[in-house]
Structure formats: structure tokens, C-alpha cells
């Protein structure tokens, strides 16, 4: 439907919208139906700019560069982009859609062996290669760097296939905007080269973002951890990277050494390519004697999200039941959260449990926003008519206990209790808890929903047990693994390691 925005109708040209899972800061993401001739049919994302970014002409170069990029890269590693179309003011990509989760949906559930979490990164690191050696039409390199490699964009099917996605913020020769000088990407995976001198940022600086995301994903803990931008920055700079063997004695030396080059301060001192990265660790798997293939990690994700693969079969089964309905519905599909169709506010369900408190109170100040969809139990189909618009603005408030603590809103200090109302938008802020002997927390709060957060500060003295007759306990590695030894005594500081970063699951 020409002129419309994806939000307000089902039909975005040849793509039927069945519901929106994800909204990142340059589009949202939904599921559609792409169809053809003689009942041809096929499911694919679709990403559509947002619509107050339609006007602002760097961030529409910026998602034409992302498709003209991404459409050229052929790799079973990269999810693969199909189209790039414009519905009135908007800009849409069509892209492969991975019927799985991303790899920090998997490590909020279960804790991989090393050997699936080389796997992993080795089959990311294959992908990214073919990004890297990207040539244009003249032969030339066009010196991709992806700059923003996660585990948000690594995505792992339900078959075991693992996929790099998101080149929205990627640098290449040629492209339509430059971003010369720029900061981009998370902090807490950027190199020290793309924060000090972004316009010199090649390769290695994914390599890099690699071997965070294989430290982290094998050790379980983060490794730039802060509590505000500037603190991860000043860690990523210095780089002081704490060898995986001194927070968990029996990790692999093998491993070890791959994931301390990958992560080397000096570019020149990592390894150069991620095909180089891709061979150390494809020797590993074969060394320890457990080869890890598709089939392996495919098992592993259809027994942590049993329940999600049923829950996303029922909900496509009932989206596709409303193709004549005026609202495309909202749904979470965030590990963690419930799978809802209708409230804006299940997309944070998955945020932590400790800041999730008054989550619910977002979602009624939604649904005046909602109140033509209705959800019905499961296998009774469902119904939905067109939704109210967005109130313009939403309500925040956030309180914290003991009555000394102290709120900080995007790095300054607020009232506690904490109450206001602001413009309606995409992405979020950041409100840091903290109070004298206790410990702090982190509250996320979304520009899309808002809602109240109760904040309840945790003493330092019961988050670990009595020194000297306690040890750090390590969630099990998956169902059906031995688990891994315990650490050493928490009274005991291990080297490199500050006892607040050794968390129970860090990803939630």
C-alpha cells in the first residue's frame, strides 16, 4: 500500500507484515510472507527505517549502503539479503529470516561447551572473511568492516547454522555515506583503535570484537564490563584482558592462546585475517577430539528453546490467520520473555529480573495504545482490529530502596523517587542505582513504552558467601554436560578478576 507506513497495514509491496519482533535503532523487524507466482511463498525479515529517520537524508544513505553492502556478500555465515524496496517514504530491506536466536538469547539459558562456543565463533569468523575480501566490480577491495560484532548479530538456527547479520553500521570504499571519524558500534566490542582512531579501523578490529565475544561466551562473564559508557571505554583502552585459565582453572590452554591473540591491544598483534582466526580454532575442535558440526549445535538449540520453537509455531500459525487486519502486532522474541502479540512492552520482558520490576505497569499505560488487539488462548485462533495511535508521550518513574540510595539518569543525578514524562521514541536511557555498601544496578528504560521501576539494592555482603569457605558457582555448561570444577575461594580475589563481574549469568 503506497504511502503507508509498515505500521499502519499489513501489505508493504509484495510482503505480507505478520508481526514485528524486533526494533533497533535504524528500523524495526518484522516477520512477512513474500509471495509469488502459481502460490510461490517464503518467509523472510523485512527491516523498515524508522519513520522519523525517512527525512533525515545520512541515516536513508546509511540503510541504502546496508542493503547495496549486504546484497553482495554470499556466504553461508551472512544472512543473506534479498531486496531493497521503498513503500512511500520508506525505505525496506527483505532479508533471510533465521528461524533461531542469537547467540546472547543462548547464553541467557545455557552455558556452551568450549568446544560448540569454537564453533561457533569459527563459523562467524568465516563469514566475516567473506566480508573482509569483498571486491567491487572493479577487483578492488572495498574493505569491509562490519564494526559492530556481538552477540546480538550472531544468530545460530534452530538447524545449528550460524549467521553474522547486520551491516547497518558497516564501513566500506564506495559507500553512499561516510562515516570517516565516526564512533560506531558497542562499546563493550569495539577495539582500542575504533575508539581512539576510528578513520584508521581495517579488519582487525572485528577479529578483535571476536575475541571478545569467544572470551566471554566461554568464560561466562563479561569482559568490558561497566556501569556507564565512559567506564567501558576507559576499559576497552587500556585492555587489560585477563586470561580465561586465571578465572577457571581448567580451561583449555589451547583455546587460551587463540583467545588472547584475537584480543592483543596492537592490531599488528592479532591474528590478521578472520580466515587465520577461523583455522586456529577449526584445529582446536579437531584437537580435543569432540568434532563439533551443525548437527551439534542444531541439537543443543531445539533442547534450550523447546518451548520457543513451539511458542513461535503457534503464534505464525495464529499471525497468519489476520492477513486482512488493519495493525501489524508486536510480539517478544526476546529469550526470556513471553511471547505476546499486541504490547510494545513484552519486547523488554527479557531485560533483568531485578530491573524488570513495574514492566507490567508499561504495559497498561500501553494498552489504551492497543485495545483493538486481543489475544485469545492458544489454539483459538485470534483476532485483532486496527490500534489506537501511540500516545505521544510515556510515563517513567523509578523508586530505590534503602533510602540512601542514589539515581543517576544518563550520568546525572535525579530525586528518588524519580517520576516523569517524555516524548515517545525509539531506543532507551540508562539509569544507574547505586548506594554506600551496597550494589549497584543498571536500569534500562525504553523510549517505546516506559513504565516503573521498584529497585531494591542488594547489600555487598549477601551477594557472596563468608570468605574463605565460599566458592564462585558456575551454571552448568548445557543439559546433559558435566559441570565445570568451582572457582576459588571468594574471599580470595582472582587475578584479573573484580568479584562484582563474576555474576550468575551475566547476559540477563
Request: proline share 6%.
Amino acid at each position: 500500500m503506497e504511502g503507508a507506513s509498515a505500521r499502519s497495514g499489513r501489505k508493504l509491496g509484495r510482503y505480507s507484515l505478520l508481526y514485528r519482533f524486533a526494533i533497533g535503532g535504524m528500523g524495526e523487524i518484522y516477520l512477512a510472507r513474500m509471495t509469488g507466482e502459481d502460490g510461490f511463498e517464503r518467509l523472510v525479515a523485512v527491516k523498515v527505517i524508522h519513520e522519523h529517520l525517512t527525512v533525515q537524508p545520512q541515516f536513508v544513505k546509511m540503510f541504502i549502503d546496508e542493503a547495496r553492502l549486504a546484497s553482495r556478500l554470499s556466504h553461508p555465515n551472512v544472512a543473506m539479503t534479498l531486496d531493497l524496496g521503498r513503500s512511500g517514504a520508506s525505505h525496506f530491506i527483505a532479508m533471510e529470516y533465521v528461524a533461531g536466536e542469537s547467540l546472547v538469547a543462548l547464553l541467557k539459558r545455557a552455558r556452551p561447551p568450549y568446544t560448540s562456543c569454537a564453533r561457533i565463533v569459527s563459523d562467524a569468523a568465516a563469514g566475516l572473511h567473506a566480508a573482509h575480501e569483498l571486491r567491487g566490480a572493479d577487483g578492488q577491495l572495498l574493505n569491509v568492516v562490519h564494526r559492530d560484532v556481538s552477540p546480538q548479530n550472531i544468530l545460530l538456527s534452530y538447524e545449528g547454522a550460524v549467521k553474522v547479520v547486520d551491516f547497518g553500521v558497516a564501513r566500506a570504499r564506495g559507500s553512499l555515506h561516510s562515516t570517516s571519524g565516526e564512533l560506531k558500534g558497542k562499546f563493550a566490542y569495539m577495539a582500542p583503535e575504533q575508539i581512539l582512531a576510528p578513520e584508521t579501523v581495517d579488519r582487525r578490529a572485528d577479529i578483535f570484537a571476536l575475541g571478545v565475544v569467544l572470551h566471554e561466551c566461554s568464560t561466562y562473564r563479561r569482559l568490558f564490563r561497566g556501569e556507564t559508557d565512559t567506564e567501558k571505554v576507559g576499559k576497552v583502552i587500556k585492555c587489560e584482558v585477563p586470561p580465561p585459565s586465571t578465572l577457571i582453572p581448567d580451561y583449555p590452554r589451547a583455546l587460551e592462546a587463540i583467545v588472547m591473540r584475537a584480543l592483543a591491544r596492537e592490531p599488528s598483534e592479532r591474528y590478521q585475517t578472520a580466515a587465520e582466526l577461523h583455522e586456529e580454532l577449526e584445529r582446536f575442535i579437531v584437537s580435543s577430539g569432540e568434532p563439533v558440526v551443525a548437527a551439534t549445535l542444531g541439537r543443543m538449540m531445539k533442547e534450550v528453546f523447546a518451548d520457543r520453537i513451539k511458542e513461535k509455531a503457534e503464534l505464525l500459525e495464529r499471525c497468519g490467520k489476520g492477513d486482512d487486519v488493519a495493525a501489524v502486532p508486536d510480539a517478544s522474541l526476546v529469550s526470556g520473555g513471553s511471547l505476546v502479540v499486541g504490547s510494545r512492552a513484552s519486547f523488554f520482558t527479557s531485560r533483568p529480573r531485578r530491573l524488570a520490576v513495574g514492566v507490567a505497569a508499561g504495559a497498561l499505560l500501553l494498552a489504551a495504545a492497543v485495545l483493538g488487539l486481543v489475544l485469545l488462548k492458544s489454539g483459538e485462533g485470534e483476532r485483532a482490529v486496527a490500534a489506537a495511535p501511540p500516545a505521544p508521550e510515556i510515563s517513567i518513574s523509578i523508586s530505590a530502596a534503602p533510602p540512601t540510595a542514589r539515581i543517576e539518569l544518563d550520568g546525572k543525578p535525579v530525586a528518588n523517587p524519580y517520576s516523569a514524562r517524555l516524548p515517545r521514541g525509539t531506543g532507551e536511557r540508562v539509569a544507574v542505582v547505586s548506594a554506600p555498601g551496597h550494589r549497584a544496578q543498571r536500569i534500562v528504560v525504553p523510549l517505546a513504552a516506559g513504565g516503573a521501576w521498584a529497585s531494591q539494592l542488594e547489600p555487598e555482603a549477601s551477594a557472596t558467601r563468608t570468605p574463605g569457605d565460599a566458592r564462585v558457582e558456575e551454571p552448568p555448561r548445557s543439559a546433559g554436560k558435566k559441570t565445570r570444577k568451582a572457582g576459588k575461594p571468594a574471599g580470595k580475589k582472582q587475578r584479573g578478576v573484580d568479584d562484582k563481574d563474576v555474576l550468575a549469568n551475566p547476559y540477563r
